[in-house]
């Protein structure tokens, strides 16, 4: 209880989740609603430095191209929660916890898959 009450005062929506919490797929995938919704977010959120088709081609720099993601659903959701610096680069992708709804993470992966290239695996596990 405790947690929670200081995760209110730190302005933490999302708490802490573990990796076998997020489901193994999207449970948005395929729903066009979420699609649309997603979209709008990845749009307001994620195109600064993605770009408009998700091809890593930002107005902020060139961020990830999302249409080859090789992480999986869970991998994709952990590192937008918590962020991620490669060594050597100096733009980072920011911890989006607490800033994103957990549901909403899942309405822009749900948008990510549609623009997908071959050999993404938006829709496997994990791979390591």
Request: charged content about 25%; overall charge neutral.
């Amino acid at each position: 209880m405790l947690c929670l009450v200081l995760m209110a005062l730190m302005g933490l929506a999302t708490p802490l989740m573990a990796e076998d919490e997020i489901p193994e797929v999207n449970p948005f995938t395929g729903d066009a609603k979420a699609i649309r919704e997603g979209r709008s977010w990845y749009r307001n959120s994620c195109s600064p430095c993605h770009g408009g088709r998700a091809d890593g081609a930002g107005e902020r720099g060139n961020g990830a191209d999302l249409r080859k993601m090789q992480l999986g659903f869970r991998g994709f959701v952990q590192l937008v929660l918590d962020g991620r610096q490669i060594q050597g680069r100096t733009q980072v992708m920011p911890p989006w916890r607490g800033a994103l709804k957990i549901d909403d993470i899942y309405r822009i992966g749900a948008y990510l898959e549609t623009v997908a290239i071959d050999g993404a695996n938006w829709k496997e596990g994990v791979k390591h």
